[in-house]
T-cell receptor, first 115, second 115 residues
């Protein structure tokens, strides 16, 4: 069964500081990996995705993530955090099989940004 | 704006009642997914439909059912509601490309409160 772990429930960073959110996955085949962001009272917005190829993927809002197969990780990074980045971030793994294409989400990391 | 619409935005009802949540997928998307987000269970996949047919089932209770209509909109029916059914219900849609390189786009969600 596929699973995703986000070890950090809460993270607080100062505005302008760098950010790394951790994500570890378990999946039997080639994983398809996603990061979504949920602002308060909002739906889930796709930040970036990894299907294959270059292991460093760029997303929207200046985010990037690196796929490391040997570590089963897909950590999200941003070099300089803005106050508007305060939100909850979800890592997800998906993969196609005969049963469908469900996403399995991690528990989320809530990011707070200090001025 | 993802292009996925959900109605209503908020729903308040009593235990034992039945409600229907509605979702319209992005134009061109054939697959619709339902997810439940609750404080204790996190984000969990409920069910997937593809072009009118059920494709995959997750942790969906027997009191819950869904369908996808010929115009591709979907409805999630929740019956005999319990306090624990209070949650945010998301709909997502995708093209469902072969090989799994499929991206799900999420609607804004319906917040259900059972009193």
């Amino acid at each position: 069964a596929q699973s995703v772990t986000q070890p950090d429930i809460h993270i607080t960073v100062s505005e302008g500081a760098s950010l790394e959110l951790r994500c570890n996955y378990s999946y039997g085949a080639t994983p398809y990996l996603f990061w979504y962001v949920q602002s308060p009272g909002q739906g889930l917005q796709l930040l970036l995705k990894y299907f294959s190829g270059d292991t460093l993927v760029q997303g929207i809002k200046g985010f990037e993530a690196e796929f490391k197969r040997s570590q089963s990780s897909f950590n999200l990074r941003k070099p300089s955090v803005h106050w508007s980045d305060a939100a909850e971030y979800f890592c997800a793994v998906g993969g196609y099989n005969n049963a469908g294409n469900m996403l399995t989400f991690g528990g989320g990391t809530r990011l707070m940004v200090k001025p | 704006d993802s292009g996925v619409t959900q109605t209503p935005k908020h729903l308040i009802t009593a235990t034992g009642q039945r409600v229907t949540l509605r979702c319209s997928p992005r134009s061109g998307d054939l697959s619709v997914y339902w997810y439940q987000q609750s404080l204790d269970q996190g984000l969990q996949f409920l069910i997937q439909y593809y072009n009118g047919e059920e494709r995959a089932k997750g942790n969906i209770l027997e009191r819950f059912s869904a369908q996808q209509f010929p115009d591709l909109h979907s409805e999630l029916n929740l019956s005999s509601l319990e306090l624990g059914d209070s949650a945010l219900y998301f709909c997502a849609s995708s093209v469902l490309q072969r090989g799994g390189t499929d991206t799900q786009y999420f609607g804004p969600g319906t917040r259900l409160t059972v009193l």
